[in-house]
């Protein structure tokens, strides 16, 4: 495909196939699950640092852990073999979950305006990041699916997370958050 495309062929002069055994990958697998728990262990304390409150901390990660959890299910019930490829995927996606979660908890905690409002305005601007994220993934995925199957796990993952942010974040935290902020301010 890459030869009538571009006019380039591979051979052994500028190309070379590597084999990786079993133990080599079994290691590299569970450095990748590592790689979640600590990045959820950095997250946290950041998250905590940012925010200085235990619960809109605590709803940050929440999500994000239910955006893995509910992804993680989601795809087991695809019969989809998770490959490191897949574990990429899920480090991708907690940096979406706490993108929108920050954004939404910071707004809630900052501004100066009716809860609802504020939530509204959250809303609007988390779900124009969102919907643009799934339509360039969804265009990335329909254009690499065929002919890259690293590609498609990272993109179907992402994808999937993506739908359960918009879930966990507008309906988990914000209510959280609300619940919080309420009982706060009476």
Known sequence: LLEEFLGYSLDETNSSIESTGSTL??????QLQFAILLSFI?????VFIIFRTLVPSFAV??????????????????????????????????????????????????RRDNI???????????????????IALSVTLFITQTFSEVLRQIFTILLIGLGFDI?????????????YLEKKHG
Not at 25 to 30: E, H, I, L, T, V
């Open 61 to 110: 990660v929440l999500s994000a852990f239910a955006d893995i959890v509910m992804t993680l299910a989601m795809v087991n019930i695809l019969g989809m073999r998770v490959s490191s490829a897949g574990i990429i995927a899920l480090l991708m996606l907690i940096g979406y979950s706490v993108d929108s979660d920050i954004m939404l908890t910071t707004r809630l905690l900052k």
């Open 25 to 30: 990958g079994d290691s590299f697998y569970k």
């Open 42 to 46: 950095m997250m946290a304390i950041v």
């Open 167 to 179: 879930l966990n974040t507008w309906t988990t935290n914000s209510s959280i958050l609300k619940w």
């Open 116 to 134: 609802n409002k504020k939530i509204w305005g959250a809303f609007k601007t988390g779900m124009t990041m969102t919907i643009t994220s799934i």
